[in-house]
């Protein structure tokens, strides 16, 4: 699956996101929400979908709660993308995030 343009676009914005916990679950709640608008789905709908509530959609989308990578891959088959794209953001913000030595 070759994504579009504006996806590509999405996605290198997100990878220079800065590393704070928070901006990183801002970022991956960003993805899922321009993702959810851009086919047309209510969070009730993706919920359903997903197999979560509308209100832990809710708390993605607004950077409350980071999805665990479970819940990422079946977003991301959800709102239809692969699953290393939503995957691929978790990483590379969490990478960015934590201290290397």
Known sequence: ????AEKSSAL?????CSSTQKEAHSAIGGAVRFLRLEAGLSQEEL????GITPAEVSRIENGKRN???ETTARLAVGLGVPPWW??????TLDR??????
């Open 47 to 50: 919920a359903s979908e997903v």
């Open 67 to 69: 999805p665990k990578w």
């Open 86 to 91: 939503l995957v691929h953001i978790w990483e």
């Open 1 to 4: 699956m070759e994504l579009s």
């Open 12 to 16: 290198a914005v997100l990878d220079s």
């Open 96 to 101: 960015k995030r934590l201290p290397r030595k």
